[in-house]
Structure formats: structure tokens, C-alpha cells
């Protein structure tokens, strides 16, 4: 158990009476104040998941619904014994907590992502049977309400209808004459209860009535007339039978809380859990905390740790940043789970000898086995006023915080050891009633640490080996290091001597760390750097501080050679390792911005040949689906055709031509070509025959082209031309006629039917106006004539044909068509 002295010293007192400020109750504040560290991890873990609960619900925008409510207890003690009755001023406290516990009951019962809260608040419910009735019964302040029952309604209503009456005749009275003349003043007061009249002394017996009460000059007597005396005697009665039924009414609604009374303060006790625990999370929020890692391992690591009041006083004040805390301590052990199953002080720490013992002999028979534990005493050296203390006292306090399951102001991957001690030997405890100077106070502090560390124990010594000879402090230091190393204790200390720097330099299992200085402006900076002693600076802070010159020079001057040149040496050492450290990081920079180049390009050339794969494959679908729909509307055409001879069936025929080349021609859109931009012996794209050809000449009015490609010499649009592409037609030889071959002026059609013979026409028909032949002939025989005349109907008006007619008859008769292309 920690003891309540090492609490006050590293102030978790403050840590707590800020957590309280953001009580709703007294009760809250109690419980708040008597917050300890946990032994039981899962209780830690419990706590620390139910303010993540409230954290988070306060991230969505609802917060848990509490208010100001004050401590019942003491009411509800009041309230069990039988027919004890309660003071309407002390029974409307409770109110407050029941709304509370009904607003709990309304936020909580219906989430599913807050099970521990709801298993907290499980059995809150607000008691509304017992509410609705105190809030129908009793005001904020206390008083009884008309609507607390029938009867006092109709009492109170009848209590200010006869209050009217006599207030009314009273004036009456004052303003009559034969009244008027005897009193005092003319207004109506109320003495011992009754309504009375103010009558001058010497004419009392003028008026008829009792005298109740006299003033304080003697000159006026208060008077009540007898002829509402019969009317205040009947207020009076009704006044009686009002407050036995406000008595009624109070003693009825003790009975229901007395009923509910262990029902009630358990509920209470949750709320106020619940509202401690909210405090926590407030107060989390605001010094912007963490949940750390709980570890049986005897593990102690710091990421990014900030002393809480440091944060609260420069909230509160501003100034300087509090500078980040880093720093490693122990780690895992290599046979023993932090000696948790161990019972006692003498137990634990022979375990830990043991386990130490064989992992030394395995070290000395040149074994390779895990090492126990990383380094698990940390002396921390640096200058004055640079922050030793305040590292121990971070540590320590961020400690007591996470063991009481409160987050700390570090990094989530911060992790803290299970301790069952937390030893510290830290300020100046000299006391002159008990004879201790400073030193002794020291030793007394540290014999007392020695006979309670073992292997679950974080000590804390500040200025280890001061206060006496340095030489003979050093010694005591190196030998108490030496003993806690023994037991097993994780230790942190600070220190000035030179000579406990060499000892732990020597000794496996410690580890020196410096609080950093800049030499430059002879400031502290508060950082920590781990594996490296520090220097004290007292020379340069001595100056910074207003020492004289002459002084200083005389101080460097008696300080010796040897240790000028030992801090020299520690100085450029440091000052080496800097460079190598800012090289280093300087390169790992480097690597990770090559590497995420490295990414950002791969992941960019994969997106562009995503991109490339659809837009082909998209293109791909949409020139099919134009080709498909093009092919769907010619053989429809070309069936109007067959039907219907005439030139429209041509006109959509071609019109279906053109909307097909321009889709096709916007799925790869070609640049245009002005007039100016061309000459004659250019070379230009033409898009109709879908080849280069050379311009011949130029109709810049009419806005077309005069061009030739191979044989074949036509005239186009401006439109129809795009720059050249590099495809020429094919060289045409001219056509030799051989006995045993076609002839390329003729087509042979027999033996083939209608739907076959026009696709082979069509395109026999586009090479000979290509090859540029000006005559040809068409064989389809006679037989029953469907033959001949499908394929005279086809030729008549296609746009290729200027005309036809039937062969002489040397040429065939009416077995071929003679077909003359324009």
C-alpha cells in the first residue's frame, strides 16, 4: 500500500481537488478526495474504460446528463425511524438527486455502446412514483405547495378569502370618521399573529377593541377591533387545521422514502460514482489525457509525459510550453511474470535473485538467452533548476494517476509497472524537534526504503549523495544503488556527483541520463536524453544568474584540470552525438519520403493504367454498340429498300452513314483544319476513304477541297479533312483478264441466293469505284427472277451507280446487269 506522505509528496492531493472541481456534489467531492491507487488490475482497466464510456459520449454531443444535487444520506438517516418526520426545507434536498437519477435512468437504458456505464447504472430508475408527488408537494426553497393535497388547496384558498375580508373591513374602519380621528397613522399591521389597527395612546379606550401589543415610544397601541375578532379567531382555526395537514402531508411522504430508503441510497451511491467518474473524464479533457497501458511485466515507459499542474498552471497563468518527458525503466523478465505470485517483501526478491542468478551463470557459460530485463536504475544528472526533479515527480504523480485509473498526460503508448510500492526520498526533510539535519533526514528516508523495497517497488530518491563530504556521499549512493539492484526495485534517482556517473557507467543493468543544456545560452532545455551523463553547469548558471565576472574567473580558475577536462570531454562527446543523431534522423527522413515517392508513384501509375484499361475497354463497348446499331439500321434500310424502290430509302441509307461516322468520330475526336492552313500539294487525311491524299485545289469561297488519291480524284467538305496520318491507298495494278480468272469489271453471282448476293455486290461495287473503273457487269442468271431483280432494284438509285441496264446479247441478255458508276 502507498503511503498517504508519498501521495502529499509528489502533490496527487492538487490532482485531485482539481478533479473535484468538477463535482455536481458534496458527496462527489468526498469520494473524489479519497481516491487511492488500486491494487487489482482489472479494477484499473474497469475505471479507466467506464471515463472512456463518458469520454466518448461527450464526443458525440451528449454528455452525461448530470446536475448539481447534494449529499441525502444524512436525510435519509433522518427519515428511517418510524413516523419520524422531516423539515419540508431539508425534504426537497432529495429532489434534485431523484432527477438526476431519472435523467440517468432516461440517457442510459436504451445504448448498447456504453456496457459498463449501463452496468454501473443498471438499477438507477429516479423513484418517479416517489418524484412526481415531492415535486407536486414542495418548492425549491422549501415550501409546501397548494397542490400537495385537496384539502390544503381548500384550506389556504378559504385562509386568503377570510385574510381579504378582514384586511377590507380594517380599511374600512381606518377610514371611518369616528375612527379616523384616534389613530396614529391609517395603515394595518399584524401583532402575535392578529390584525390590528394603530391607536394613539391617550385615546385607546375610544375605540372598541384589545390592545396586543404597545410601541416602543409608548405613544401608539395596537389594537385589534372587536368586530373581527370573531373573524380572526376563525383565521386562527383555519391556520391550525393547515399545518396538520402539511403535517400530514410531510409525515406521508417520510413514509414513502422510508419505504425505498436502502433502494434510494444505493441508486445515490451510483450517481455519485457515475459523477466521479464524469469528474475524471472532464479533467482528462482538459490536459488533454491518455489512457496508458497497466503492465504485471515491471515495465516503465514514458512517451510524451507532461506534469498535469505544469499543464493546469500554464492554462491558468500561460508562459513556456511544458516540455515532453521520455523514458524507458525496466522491461520484460525472462522467467518470472514481475514476481506476482510471490508473497511477501522476502519472497519477491529472492525470486528475482534467483531468476537474476541463473540468467548469469547462462551469461558466464556463453549461453544465449533473453536478458532479464532491460536497465532498471536510471540516474539522471544535469544543471540546476533544469528539471531532475520535476522528471521524478512526473513520473511518480503520472504513476499514482494511472494506478487510480485516471489518464495521464502522455502518449497512449505509455505503459506503467503494477507496483505494490512507490518509495521516494525527495525534498528537504531536516527537522529540528527530532534532531535531523539535512543528511541525516536523507539517510533516515533511504534505511527506511531499503527495508521495504523488493521487486514490485519504484523508488524516487532526488539528490542522491548530498549533504555530506562528496567523496563519502558518493560512496553511500553507489552502495544503496547497489542494494536496490539487489532487490529488484526500479529505481530513479538525480544526482551532482561525478562519481556516482563512473559507477553506474560500470554496472550492467543501470543506465545514466542527462537533463539537456544549451551551452550557448547557458539555459536548461527539459528534455531528458537517456545513455549519457550530464553536467551540472553551476559555473555558467552562477553567471546567468548575476554572479560578478571577477567571482566566476576566480571559481574557473580553483576548479582542477581533471575534471575541466573530464566535462570537456563529456561536452564534445555530447555535442558529437548530436551531430550523428541529427545525421540520423536527417536519413530517416530521406528514406521515408523516398518511400512514400516511391508509393505515390506506383499507386499513380496503377491508377493511370486502371484508367487506361477502362477507357479502352469502354470505347471498345461504345464503337461496338454504334457498329451494332449502325448494322441494325442499314439492314433495315436496305429491307425498306427491297420493298419500296425510290430515293428516300438512299437518303436514309446514307443519313445512317453520316450519324454513324460521327459517333464513331466522337469517340476519337480528330483535330480540324481551317482554309488558311492549307495549300495545294498538301497532304491531308480524307475521312470518306479513309486515306491521305494530296490537295489539287483549293475552293476557299465555297469551303472545299479538290483532292486526288491514287487513280481517284473527288471533291470535299473542309469537314470531311483532318491532318495527314500517314495512310496512302494501296497501288492498284491494272486489271489483266485471264481465261481461267474473273475478270475485276465483273461479278458472278449464280448459285447464290438474295440475303447473300447484296453484301457481295455492296462491297464489289466499293472496290471498283476505288480501283476508279467507270463500267461493270453483273452475272445473276435468269432462273425464276427474284436473283435479277433484287439485284436491279438494289443498283437502282444506290449512290454509286449513275445506271443500269440489261445486257445486249452478246454480253449475256437478261442473265447480266450492266451497271455504269458515276
Known amino acids: 500500500m502507498i503511503k498517504a506522505e508519498t501521495l502529499q509528496s509528489l502533490e496527487f492531493d492538487k490532482i485531485l481537488h482539481a478533479i473535484a472541481g468538477y463535482a455536481n456534489s458534496d458527496a462527489t467531492e468526498d469520494a473524489v478526495m479519497a481516491v487511492r491507487p488500486l491494487a487489482e488490475r482489472g479494477e484499473i482497466e474497469l475505471r479507466f474504460g467506464q471515463v472512456e464510456e463518458i469520454r466518448r459520449l461527450g464526443q458525440l454531443g451528449v454528455p452525461l446528463s448530470l446536475s448539481p444535487f447534494r449529499d441525502i444520506t444524512p436525510l435519509l438517516e433522518a427519515a428511517r425511524p418510524e413516523g419520524a418526520v422531516v423539515a419540508p426545507r431539508d425534504l426537497v434536498l432529495i429532489v434534485p438527486a431523484l432527477r438526476v437519477m431519472a435523467a440517468i435512468n432516461r440517457q442510459l437504458a436504451y445504448r448498447d455502446d456504453i456496457p459498463l456505464l449501463r452496468e454501473l447504472a443498471g438499477e438507477v430508475s429516479g423513484f418517479p412514483d416517489l418524484l412526481d408527488p415531492l415535486e407536486a408537494a414542495l418548492d425549491e426553497e422549501g415550501n409546501i405547495l397548494d397542490s400537495a393535497s385537496r384539502l390544503l388547496l381548500e384550506l389556504r384558498t378559504r385562509k386568503r378569502g377570510l385574510t381579504a375580508r378582514i384586511r377590507k373591513r380594517l380599511e374600512e374602519i381606518v377610514r371611518e370618521k369616528r375612527t379616523a380621528i384616534f389613530l396614529q397613522d391609517d395603515f394595518i399591521t399584524q401583532r402575535a399573529g392578529r390584525w390590528v389597527i394603530p391607536v394613539r395612546m391617550d385615546s385607546k379606550g375610544m375605540v372598541a377593541g384589545v390592545v396586543h401589543d404597545v410601541s416602543n415610544s409608548g405613544e401608539t397601541a395596537f389594537m385589534e377591533p372587536l368586530e373581527i375578532i370573531g373573524l380572526a379567531n376563525e383565521l386562527e382555526n383555519l391556520t391550525a387545521d393547515e399545518k396538520a395537514e402539511q403535517i400530514r402531508i410531510l409525515r406521508e411522504l417520510c413514509g414513502w422514502i422510508r419505504e425505498d430508503a436502502d433502494r434510494i441510497e444505493a441508486q445515490f451511491h451510483a450517481i455519485v460514482q457515475l459523477d466521479l467518474l464524469h469528474s475524471i473524464a472532464r479533467f482528462a479533457d482538459l490536459v488533454e489525457a491518455e489512457r496508458p497501458e497497466i503492465n504485471q511485466s515491471g515495465e516503465l515507459r514514458l512517451r510524451e509525459a507532461r506534469h498535469p499542474l505544469l499543464l493546469l498552471l500554464r492554462r491558468e497563468r500561460g508562459g513556456r510550453r511544458v516540455e515532453p518527458l521520455d523514458l524507458a525503466l525496466g522491461g520484460p523478465v525472462a522467467d518470472a511474470d514481475f514476481f506476482a505470485g510471490q508473497g511477501g517483501k522476502e519472497e519477491a526478491t529472492e525470486a528475482y535473485r534467483e531468476v537474476r542468478r541463473g540468467a548469469d551463470d547462462a551469461a558466464n557459460a556463453g549461453m544465449r538467452k533473453k536478458p532479464l530485463r532491460q536497465n532498471r536504475i536510471m540516474v539522471i544528472t544535469g544543471p540546476n533548476a533544469g528539471g531532475k526533479t520535476i522528471a521524478l515527480k512526473t513520473t511518480g504523480l503520472l504513476l499514482l494517476m494511472a494506478l487510480s485509473g485516471i489518464a495521464v498526460p502522455a502518449a497512449a503508448t ?43 517497488t519504484l523508488v524516487l530518491m532526488d539528490e542522491l549523495g548530498t549533504g555530506t563530504e562528496p567523496g563519502q556521499g558518493a560512496a553511500i549512493a553507489c552502495a544503496v544503488l547497489h542494494e536496490l539492484q539487489e532487490q529488484g526495485a526500479l529505481v530513479l534517482a538525480t544526482t551532482h556527483l561525478t562519481d556516482i556517473i563512473g559507477f553506474v557507467h560500470k554496472t550492467p543493468g543501470m543506465v545514466n541520463a542527462a537533463m539537456e543544456f544549451d551551452r550557448a545560452t547557458l539555459t536548461p532545455l527539459y528534455r531528458l536524453k537517456s545513455g549519457e551523463p550530464g553536467q551540472s553547469h553551476a559555473i555558467e548558471i552562477a553567471l546567468r544568474y548575476g554572479l560578478p565576472e571577477r567571482v566566476i ?100 441509307l446514307e443519313q445512317a452513314e453520316r450519324e454513324a461516322e460521327e459517333r464513331l468520330r466522337a469517340l476519337h475526336p480528330e483535330k480540324h483544319l481551317s482554309l488558311s492552313e492549307i495549300a495545294e500539294g498538301d497532304m491531308v487525311f480524307v475521312r470518306p476513304i479513309g486515306y491521305d491524299a494530296t490537295v489539287t485545289a483549293v475552293d476557299r469561297k465555297h469551303g472545299r477541297l479538290r483532292v486526288r488519291a491514287g487513280l481517284m480524284e473527288m471533291e470535299v467538305f473542309l469537314s470531311d479533312v483532318a491532318p495527314r496520318t500517314g495512310k496512302a491507298p494501296q497501288p492498284k495494278k491494272a486489271p489483266v483478264r485471264k481465261a481461267e480468272e474473273a475478270a475485276a469489271d465483273r461479278l458472278n453471282l449464280l448459285g447464290y441466293r438474295v440475303d447473300d448476293a447484296l453484301p457481295e455486290l455492296e462491297r464489289f461495287l466499293n472496290r471498283a469505284s476505288l480501283d476508279g473503273l467507270g463500267e461493270l457487269r453483273v452475272i445473276h442468271g435468269k432462273g425464276t427472277g427474284a436473283l435479277m431483280r433484287a439485284v436491279r432494284e438494289f443498283l437502282d438509285g444506290h449512290p454509286l451507280v449513275r445506271e443500269l441496264r440489261k445486257g445486249e446479247p452478246f454480253e449475256g441478255g437478261d442473265g447480266v446487269t450492266v451497271v455504269t458508276l458515276r
Not at 509497472?417 to 539517510?443: M, R
Not at 580553483?558 to 555530447?574: C, G, N, P, Q, Y
Not at 486502371?610 to 434500310?637: F, S, T, Y
Request: hydrophobic content about 40%.
Open 553 to 652: 574567473a576566480f571559481a574557473r580558475g580553483m576548479v582542477s584540470r581533471l575534471e575541466t577536462d573530464f566535462h570537456e570531454l563529456l561536452a564534445e562527446l555530447k555535442e558529437e552525438r548530436q551531430k550523428h543523431e541529427e545525421a540520423l534522423v536527417d536519413l530517416e527522413r530521406r528514406s521515408r519520403e523516398l518511400a512514400e515517392r516511391e508509393r505515390l508513384a506506383a499507386e499513380r501509375l496503377a491508377e493511370a493504367e486502371l484508367r487506361k484499361r477502362e477507357a479502352q475497354e469502354k470505347g471498345w463497348q461504345e464503337a461496338k454498340e454504334i457498329i451494332q446499331g449502325a448494322r441494325r439500321e442499314v439492314n433495315a434500310i436496305l429491307d425498306e429498300a427491297r420493298r419500296e424502290k425510290g430515293r428516300a430509302a438512299r437518303d436514309r
Open 414 to 456: 505509455s505503459t506503467f509497472p503494477l507496483v505494490g510500492e512507490l518509495l521516494v526520498d525527495i525534498g528537504d526533510d531536516q527537522s529540528i524537534e527530532a534532531s535531523l539535519s539535512t543528511f541525516s533526514a536523507h539517510v533516515s528516508n533511504i534505511a527506511a526504503i531499503l527495508g521495504r523495497a523488493d521487486a514490485r
